[in-house]
């Protein structure tokens, strides 16, 4: 089981505490001044992936003290545990093992004395077969025509993974099919898609691993109305709609045969889903070759966080530099920043990576943190992101740790579009460290010609204190394999952070109450239930709600 270690009860907790006492207040260029390796000592390279760590705000004596601390939180054991099928979902008695779903050299994997790897296998058959036949337009819809578009229903991590996938990988779509995604249970969001679908040629992906989701069940049940609705018959379900799920029995009580049924396993947290049979829309929309490269770039930083040591393990190192700002510098949030419009969904699908996974504030002893843990996570792609909230992080009040994401090569030859990018990425990055002194700034406006009247008004705020951190990620091309890495590179980040908070990171307890809520307040929404019993304000809410109603 998992070690129950309270993280500021240790020993290298405390030398953390003094050490950053001494270096809190060192500028980041003073660490590169007095050290001209800096560069070559903190950036790692795995595969075609260089990550520098040097534009952060630690030496090398931070980072031993942060393997001692890892290792007295006993993370070694930890990993293995994990990978091993260890139940360390310990709050809902579960396995985590969705590297098995990415273990494409097939050594076995046993839980409770079987091998998973065995059904696994299975259904990656299975998805081969069926997208292949989606793409080849062997898979004829009602009338006889191929299927061209996938619509996936799911929410949460039935939705997330998946679509940022298809989007960050538009390079690699299969020209003949287009997979769209609909999670928002605001009709608004399945109107608006099926407008641009065709019932004769479309194909729902039913994604849910409870299939008890509200929004998807919801979802679900209005494209089943409109596929009728529209001229499907009822034998024709079959061949347009397939479930992803756990759950065989709500499967066929919601009337999909249940050999259109791709199942996955209890030990698949729904945020780490995107790497079982919830990625079918991947398979259709990319092939499944692609999809398997996807696999294998994840499989390859599985054994590398399996086993390298902390000197060289990435996502160890993410992770301890990720502790370093939220519970010595007291960062609340972290940024991440692709510079590639096609991961536009990264930052948000890392935001329920992360803060699902480690937004708890009760320990594994069953007690209140008096510490921080998982930071709010938010990104958006630069450069846009440059001309909308950088300024809070060059010039505003709070310390944001930013992780820049981008590639060598890019897949679009549009003129010099993609040097610019990337000089905006490596400006950023440089500005953030370096800022501008009040000197610097001083001679710059003389140099435009200001008068000293006018400079001593404005300089204060021309001013960039610098030394803001920063994490650069340079990958040479975003191929398949190498956005499977970046994927299992942050996850392994999370798992070792929770490891060292000593929180659970595969539990989600913390989302049910605000389902219990709604699913009680929808008769009250529809005017058929008294709001007897709620607290004044959702009363009144109500009642506005129903009165307004009444007026259209
Ligand atoms: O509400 C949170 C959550 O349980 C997520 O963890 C999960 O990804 C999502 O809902 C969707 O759940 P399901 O796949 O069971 O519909």
Same mark, same amino acid.
């Given at each position: ?133 989606? @793409?080849? +337009?062997? #898979?004829?819809?009602? $009338?006889? /025509? ?8 799911? !929410?949460?991590? &039935? ?25 928002? @249970?605001? +009709?608004? #969001?399945?109107?608006? $898609?099926? /407008? ?8 729902? !992906?039913?994604? &849910? ?344």
């Amino acid at each position: 089981m998992l070690s129950k270690i309270n993280p500021t009860t240790t020993q290298t907790w405390e030398k953390l505490t003094a050490h950053y006492q001494q270096i809190k207040d060192k500028k980041l260029t003073e660490f590169f001044d007095e050290d001209p390796l800096r560069f070559e000592t903190f950036s790692q390279r795995f595969k075609n992936i260089l990550i520098d760590f040097s534009k952060n705000q630690l030496g090398k004596d931070t980072m031993e003290l942060f393997s001692r601390l890892f290792n007295e939180c006993k993370i070694s054991e930890s990993i293995e545990h994990q990978f091993t099928g260890g139940k360390i979902n310990r709050t809902e008695n579960r396995a985590v093992l969705h590297t098995a779903l990415r273990n494409i050299s097939k050594s076995p994997i046993y839980l409770e004395g079987k091998n998973v790897m065995l059904s696994i296998n299975e259904v990656w058959k299975q998805m081969e077969v069926f997208s292949n036949k989606i @793409i080849n +337009g062997e #898979h004829k819809g009602y $009338t006889g /025509k191929p299927i061209s578009d996938i619509i996936n229903v799911g !929410i949460g991590g &039935s939705d997330l993974g998946p679509q940022m996938v298809y989007e960050a990988l538009k390079p690699y779509h299969q020209k003949r099919i287009k997979c769209h995604y609909v999670s928002n @249970i605001d +009709g608004a #969001h399945m109107a608006e $898609t099926l /407008k641009k679908v065709n019932p004769e040629t479309c194909l729902f !992906i039913i994604a &849910s691993k409870t299939f008890t989701t509200q929004e998807t069940m919801t979802n679900a049940n209005s494209a089943r109305d409109w596929f009728l609705e529209k001229g499907g018959g009822i034998n024709d379900i079959s061949s347009h709609f397939v479930a992803v799920s756990t759950n065989s029995e709500k499967v066929v009580e919601f009337g999909i045969d249940p050999n259109n049924m791709f199942v996955f396993w209890d030990w698949v947290g729904g945020r780490y889903s995107l790497w079982s049979s919830i990625g079918l829309s991947l398979c259709c929309g990319l092939g499944f070759s692609s999809y398997w490269k996807l696999l294998e770039g994840a499989h390859e930083m599985d054994i590398h966080f399996r086993n390298e040591s902390f000197e060289n393990n990435i996502p160890l190192q993410m992770a301890a530099i990720g502790i370093w700002y939220t519970n010595f510098f007291e960062a609340e949030s972290e940024a991440i920043l692709p510079y590639d419009q096609n991961m536009h969904r990264f930052a948000a699908y890392f935001q329920q990576g992360n803060m699902e996974s480690n937004g708890k504030s009760v320990d594994r002893n069953s007690k209140k943190v008096d510490y921080s843990t998982g930071p709010i996570i938010w990104g958006e792609p630069g450069t846009n992101g440059q001309h909308a909230f950088y300024q809070l992080i060059h010039q505003g009040t709070h310390t944001i740790p930013c992780d820049f994401i981008g590639f060598v090569n890019s897949h679009y030859q549009m003129g010099d579009h993609h040097p610019k990018l990337m000089a905006n990425f490596f400006a950023q990055t440089e500005a953030l460290m370096k800022g501008k002194s009040k000197i610097e700034a001083q001679s710059e406006l003389e140099a435009m010609g200001k008068t000293s009247n006018e400079i001593k008004e404005i300089l204060d705020f021309k001013v960039f204190e610098g030394s803001k951190p920063s994490t650069s990620i340079l990958g040479e091309i975003l191929d398949e394999k190498t956005l499977g890495s970046l994927i299992a590179c942050y996850e392994h980040k999370i798992f070792a952070q929770g490891i060292v908070w000593n929180i659970y990171s595969y539990d989600q307890w913390g989302v049910e109450l605000g389902k219990a809520l709604a699913n009680e307040l929808v008769p009250m929404v529809k005017g058929k239930a008294t709001s007897k019993g709620k607290d004044a304000s959702t009363i009144g809410l109500l009642n506005a709600y129903l009165e307004l109603s009444k007026s259209r």
